[in-house]
């Protein structure tokens, strides 16, 4: 939960300069958690659940580069991880955390977004591992950044981008989800 947005926003963007060399975000997107009030573990048999959005968020805090480099850092990870990103990008091998971005990266560029270099710096309020849906919120909060820096007037149905993020999840974080999660956030 971010009680202060003010104090909240200027740390990050403190933080996203102590990361990359003195630059400010041009824009912060961000995505909710979500809990299921009901039908726990059935969204990814196909059964029906319902879910709400909570007070927690992933937060990704984003500028573009002049080169075709995407890095990513995280603060939970306290690592950086750069691709570069291509329709054909593989899952990493060494830095799973990274995988969720890459396998969004992978597949925008299927869907024909242009990307290009990015410095994306993560942080979420989300507790992992704790069934809130950090996972689907840091796809998507990744995937709004990639757009909005590359494609902001780019019209994609909220369906087609859960669809998205749910697959990165899938193949490249190689995680069972169903798309519950991913949905219009």
Request: hydrophobic letters at 40%; glycine letters at 8%.
């Amino acid at each position: 939960m971010v009680n202060n947005p003010i104090s909240f926003f200027e740390k990050l963007s403190t933080n996203f300069g102590k990361i990359y060399a003195g630059q400010k975000p041009a824009f912060v997107s961000r995505a909710s958690g979500r809990v299921e009030i009901i039908g726990g573990h059935t969204d990814y048999n196909e059964g029906f659940v319902i879910a709400a959005a909570i007070d927690s968020s992933t937060f990704v805090a984003a500028t573009k580069r002049n080169d075709n480099i995407i890095c990513l850092y995280s603060d939970w990870a306290r690592q950086k991880h750069q691709f570069e990103p291509a329709p054909d990008l593989e899952p990493a091998q060494d830095c799973q955390w990274a995988n969720y971005g890459r396998g969004v990266a992978a597949y925008l560029c299927q869907e024909g977004l242009q990307l290009k270099g990015a410095n994306l710096y993560i942080e979420s309020c989300v507790p992992v591992g704790a069934g809130l849906s950090s996972s689907a919120a840091l796809e998507v909060s990744l995937a709004k950044a990639m757009i909005q820096l590359f494609k902001p007037d780019w019209q994609i149905q909220p369906k087609k981008l859960a669809q998205i993020c749910q697959k990165a999840e899938n193949i490249f974080a190689k995680s069972p989800c169903g798309i519950l999660d991913q949905s219009p956030q």
